[in-house]
């Protein structure tokens, strides 16, 4: 049995496939993590829902910024992007099943030594805290109004934690420490514009992972997606980045937890 820890696939599907043949997946005894992100700019994402909700228990999944995009888009909270390519999903019969299933997975998964989410967690938390506030969205996307949330979770405001904020405002400064974080500054500030490297920061700012964390010796291991330009790199061995940019021609990336050995298959080819 091993747990395969897979970045970004964002729609594509041939090569999700491809690297699942690589790594030679047998879902009666291996396990799928996901980094979100399933969907999105790539061509087949109605058959990358299928095939990871068929699944079942075999694989789990955090949101990514994509999924919630898709979800606000069904809301009518969204418009559609001009690069969105989610109409195969509007149009699949199952459409509203694979919705249902798609917002109730969580922001972050946490098991042994590991820490899943799609963009990171902040240095202002520890891995505790964050559960605690990922379960606040969570709780809110399953409610029967939950459209009601994703038509005010938008926005770049406010862009810096406080235990004071209640409401809307904190589920969605919540919403994107988990999905959209990158550059932080040390009091907790998020930039949303710069979205280079990680030496690329703008002033006051440090890469998310760059801050020491005070749970470091319990959560010893952060594992997230989202930062394509990372290229997979962060020089740090307890900060896995796993979006190698699949969906920008790059390649989709799986980390075997078990070994740490990483896979990788281009975005087009043979392996």
Request: aromatic fraction near 10%; proline fraction near 6%; charged fraction near 30%.
């Amino acid at each position: 049995m091993a747990t395969y820890v897979i970045g970004d696939i964002q729609g594509c599907f041939d090569a999700f496939r491809r690297l699942l043949d690589k790594i030679s997946f047998a879902p009666e005894q291996d396990r799928l993590w996901l980094a979100g992100d399933l969907v999105n700019r790539g061509p087949d994402n109605l058959s990358t829902l299928r095939f990871i909700k068929n699944l079942g228990d075999r694989a789990l999944t955090v949101l990514g910024n994509h999924d919630l995009h898709l979800l606000g888009v069904e809301a009518g909270a969204r418009k559609p992007n001009k690069k969105d390519t989610l109409d195969d999903i509007f149009a699949a019969p199952d459409r509203d099943e694979l919705l249902e299933w798609l917002r109730h997975q969580p922001l972050i998964h946490r098991e042994g030594p590991y820490v899943l989410s799609h963009a990171g967690i902040p240095h202002i938390w520890s891995s505790e805290e964050a559960a605690n506030y990922a379960s606040e969205v969570s709780q809110r996307l399953q409610e029967p109004d939950y459209r009601l949330f994703l038509r005010e979770m938008y926005g770049n405001e406010p862009a810096r934690w406080s235990g004071d904020l209640s409401g809307n405002e904190r589920l969605r400064v919540i919403v994107n420490y988990f999905t959209r974080m990158r550059f932080i500054a040390p009091d907790g500030t998020l930039n949303f514009d710069e979205k280079k490297g990680s030496n690329e920061a703008p002033e006051g700012m440090k890469p998310w992972f760059d801050y020491p964390r005070h749970d470091a010796d319990r959560y010893s291991v952060f594992l997230f997606g989202h930062w394509a330009a990372l290229e997979g790199k962060t020089g740090k061995p307890k900060f896995i980045a796993l979006d190698t940019g699949c969906v920008w021609g790059g390649e989709l990336t799986a980390l075997r937890l078990d070994d740490g050995q990483k896979f990788q298959v281009p975005a087009k080819g043979k392996n």
